[in-house]
């Protein structure tokens, strides 16, 4: 067994935006990148500060929003209009969730498609759709990634996924079956679940469920994905794959933290830099 680890794939990609943005500097363009956050989640305020961070290492531009808890939907509507209409601004992300008097489908539908570097408005999740799109979602992107770090081959391999949430589950199967899985989606209602999860060689596990993914339900060999962000009985940060019971059996597993985690935002400067490129009719490759 061996442990993929996110720590090094993710400092690999940042690496790559990195440079790339610096080519891109000789030319006069800075990528520029706008979060908002609305309220006091600390989750949250955790995840827009990693951001910041991260924008700062690759060389980007950053703005931070933060909105008071009471910001009125027509208030967050007429900056994501400003937001969309500024030339320095390549990619907009609103951080959810929001206070629950604010309408996210509205924010997210008014972002321009162009600048939606979380890939969640409905034209970009079409494009996905008919593989023809610019952006793809942060966290299945980040997981393709950790799948090629291992030199699997994904082509002909049968791959199952443990949830069919937007942002995770679904475009994830997308991504499999762009590269020639055959792919199956499980969820909480799935019957005889372990049955069909034994039968993957790649195994991605967004359920949101602790220590969910046991021995019994992997196949030997397999390459095992963790996307959960989990608290054990003890308090203590753990996915969604029981990995002490899992590590045996499989070729290839992610831990957590230290796995899908650190990629999710180098995949959004990833496509932050993709969306500076578009604006600015540089060629993107
Ligand atoms: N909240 C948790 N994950 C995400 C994400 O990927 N994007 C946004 N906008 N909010 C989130």
């Known amino acids: 067994m061996a442990i993929i680890n996110g720590k090094e794939v993710s400092a690999a990609v940042r690496a790559r935006v990195a440079k790339e943005t610096e080519e891109l500097k000789v030319k006069g363009i800075t990528p520029g990148l706008a979060v908002i956050i609305v309220g006091e989640d600390p989750a949250s305020q955790v995840y827009v500060r990693n951001k910041e961070r991260a924008c700062e290492e690759v060389g980007f531009f950053s703005e ?51 600048k939606d570097v979380d890939a969640f408005h409905p034209v970009n999740v079409g494009a996905i759709m008919i593989g023809d799109y610019n952006f793809l979602p942060c966290t299945p992107a980040g997981v393709m990634e950790l799948i090629h770090s291992t030199g699997v081959e994904v082509t002909g391999k049968k791959a199952v996924v443990i949830g069919r949430s937007n942002i995770v589950g679904k475009p994830m199967a997308m991504l499999l079956l762009h590269e020639n899985a055959t792919v199956e989606i499980t969820h909480s209602k799935t019957r005889n679940l372990a049955d069909i999860t034994k039968e993957a060689d790649i195994l991605v596990a967004a359920i949101g469920r602790a220590k969910f993914v046991t021995a019994d339900m992997v196949k030997e060999g397999a390459v095992v994905i963790d996307v959960g962000m989990n608290r054990d009985e003890n308090g203590k940060l753990c996915g969604d794959v029981d990995f002490e019971e899992v590590k045996d059996k499989c070729a290839f597993i992610t831990p957590v933290p230290g796995g899908v985690g650190p990629m999710t935002i180098s995949m959004l400067m990833q496509n932050t830099l993709t969306a500076a490129k578009i604006q600015n009719n540089v060629e993107n490759n």
């Open 64 to 114: 931070k929003y933060a909105l008071p808890e009471n910001t009125t939907q027509a208030e967050l509507n007429a900056l994501v209009d400003e937001l969309n209409n500024r030339a320095d601004i390549n990619g907009i992300l609103c951080q959810l969730p929001l206070p629950s008097h604010l309408d996210d489908k509205e924010v997210i539908n008014r972002i321009n498609p162009i």
